[in-house]
């Protein structure tokens, strides 16, 4: 892309166009982050009258044990899985729509794959329970129409918590896949295709490459917020629902100790920003 | 939409006008939903009888109920809490002294639960108790011809895959204890109470954390046994019609009592009292145990109106029962943490 | 090769077809357990219209939802335009700290909701905001913005600076390259960033539950109580009103606006 067309110098011009965002994310979310921050480092929470002091204790507690660390990976893998999952779902549903699809059909589907976000995520989860537990409704309904009898019990699995993440997290694939695939010029492609490239190589040389923001875009937009989730887990995953958010509910909820709950947080957003970092180039390289 | 910029706006203004609460004939209350002060008819009698108007706020957890306290000063009138809690809300001022002369239910309290130590100091009286109730064990009729007597039902192979217990770490810890035979207060075989956890990690179907979990899991048929609260095994069974019974094992079970405080600040307190005073009346009581379910009312004349027969009264009554039952002493911050780590590792270690 | 076409667009269809079954299908069963007799969703299945009865006598879950509805509302329209604004800069400027502005996004979407709802509790305390709708849209509108940014920007990629330059050359000011070159361009990925918004605010309970007074709630906030105890189908009653109403809505909108136009 031609940048060098783009502004040059400082951020001056760019002040009247930020600050009004950014003015409210500081005060909405920075400025009580910090205070969290600083939470992290102390031995008791000021509010609970007794006498504190900094300490590293809490961000050390995430080495000291063999379980955070476990748990932080397994809610990596997770929200891994759960990001292929919707890429591998999402991007051909968002392809047919950008490009094969026409006029009112598009528009009113494209809507219909909104609309279930719409709706609580707490009822979600419980509607999916139905379906998934033993005499629930797959259980039932295929038992109905196969000629044999299997038993399906998803439910409290970890299949489950991925088909409950997946289920939310898929419309922001197929929107944000979408928005740049509807971007690409239908000439660039039959002039591909022209030139006697085969549509897998239409699609890997041509189509890929333009559609990677989005794709891009989607998979942080599902992949970092999956890594904390706590309850899809807690409520599907019954015994295998214990990851990483989970534990940081715990320090809030079960116990006072959000000065450990905190410096868990800040940990789980320093790996996030670092595997963000460096998979940065590697994709910039695919493109 | 202009109504809520309205709202807005007026909130401003009051904000930065006045720091003091404005809702003068209001009582609010802080309590967990559908735990009796929040009943419609109670709440409706209760504002007829009175003129106090009952605005309900709830809690999810009690550290919920802590931060909501030490966050709103001022705002709430009464609220609930686990006698096992009350010490430390009293430790960061949260609550004020009660004059119980303006409570007049309180005398038919039984002694020995207005006179606990967790609710008295300094010759004065921090929390009002409302009722008490177990932990203990429940089953689903139809996996059962009789009911199982003995908490070793929960291992029995025959289960598998269909016990629940809730993911509570002291609850979790404390149901250990008793399984080995400990004080539940005064745990010293802390592996013992390990060993006896992890051997039931592959029985469990899930951990539940609301009485609706349970509910539902037993309404589609998805579990034999678990551990349950007594007010809500018997509103499952009341309210509901669901096949579930409470069991009051040999080993044990884990007894709490719950108690009305005021908090610090309360611009109501008059409200406040007679709310108290109405929640441990017996009329109320029997009404709710009727309609809906409830745990045992620590107000003496609140159960002998109960009928000879009732739950709450023939088996929660029984001498036999108060032998085997450990009501729960309050937990420090540092062994909270400590069994919510051990919880927590037990968890993983059950992937 | 004409042949080979059509089988892969018809492949296409039916792959958005089993899309949407997979996202429908809680649906579905949300909007039918709300005319189940049973508490529990127990089958076999009883019909009763008693629960959209027993919501129409429940101001406080009624009042609930027009409480969710009009803070959505205002959060959408104001990170919309904020967020918009936003990616308009960093995607137009070159300036040192770029790249810290756009790595601060991600912290209010990577820490998890409970922690910062409790963070913006004590925060807004302090400084004397406290709680109430005001101090919800305050929150939401920082929760969606980074969404409304992040989906605005992968839209503007795909846009040519080249088309700015050009319409500058020919004399046009800056306000008029943006809402008569740039805007147009990127609509399809306001108007989704602007969805995302809404979906946000609609959805999002945690810090709405910190931030509200008892007599304010939102619906996620009394539907997250209700799931302690007594959680009835009337909360699939109104959420399956929700779904419906918004359905109508966006097949009427679906009608008369084109949502990136044809290429």
Known sequence: MATSIRGRGGIGPALPLLTPAYLWLVVAIFLPLSAMALFSFMTELPMSGRDWSLTLEHYAAFFSSGLYVTLLWASIRLGLEVTLWCAIIGFPAAYVLARVLKGRAREAIFLLVILPFWSNGLVRIFSWAMVLREGGLLDTTLNAILPFRIDIDLMYSYPAVIIGLVHSYVPYMVLTCYLTLQAIDNALIEAARSLGASRLQTLRRVVLPLAMPGLLAGSVLIFVPVVGSFMEPRILGGRTGTFYGTVIEDQFVAVFNWPLGAALSFILLAVVLVILSLSAPILRRVQ | MTNLLGKLAAQAVLLSVCTVSVHAAELHVLNWKGYGADEPWAVEAFEKATGHKVVNDFFNSEQEMLTKLRTNPGLYDVVMINAAFTGQALAESLIQPIDTAKIPNYADISGEKANSPMLNQDGKVYGVPWVWGLTAIAVNDKSFETSPTSISV?????????????????????????????????????????????SLMPQIRTFWSSENDWNQMVASNQIDIGTYWSGSADRAKTQFNLPVSLVIPEEGAVAWLDAFSIPVGSDNVEGAEAFINYMIDPEFYVEWVTKVGAPVSANEKAVAALPEDAFNRAVMGDPKVADRIQFQAPITDEQRKEYLAIWQELKVGAQ | MMFTTRLLEALGRVWIGLLLSFLYLPICIMALMSFNASPFYQLPFEWTTGWYADLSRNGRLLAATWNSLQIA???????????????????????????????LLFPPIAIPWLITG???????????????????????????????????????????????????????????????????????GVIAGGLFAFAVSFDQFVVSYFLSTPGEATLPVEIYAAIRKGFTPEINAVSTIIIGISMGLMLVTARFFKFGGEK
């Open chain 2, 154 to 198: 929960m291992w029995d192979e025959a289960h598998k895959g269909r016990v629940v217990i809730r993911d509570d770490a002291v609850e979790a810890i404390q149901f250990g204890a008793i399984a080995s035979g400990q004080n539940i207060n005064d745990i010293k075989d802390m592996d013992a109470v390990k060993e006896k956890l992890t």
């Open chain 3, 73 to 103: 509302v205002f959060t959408t329209a104001i990170a919309t335009v904020l967020g918009t604004a936003a990616s308009i800069a960093l995607f137009r400027y070159e300036f040192r700290g770029k790249r810290l502005l756009q790595a």
């Open chain 3, 118 to 188: 409790t963070a913006m509790l004590i925060f807004f305390f302090g400084v004397g905001i406290g709680r109430g709708l005001h101090a919800i849209l305050l929150g939401h509108v920082a929760l969606a913005l980074p969404y409304v940014i992040v989906v605005v920007s992968a839209r503007l990629q795909t846009f040519a600076p080249e088309l700015e330059e050009a319409a500058r050359s020919l004399g046009a000011s800056q306000w008029q390259v943006t809402t008569r070159v740039t805007l147009p361009w990127i609509m399809p």
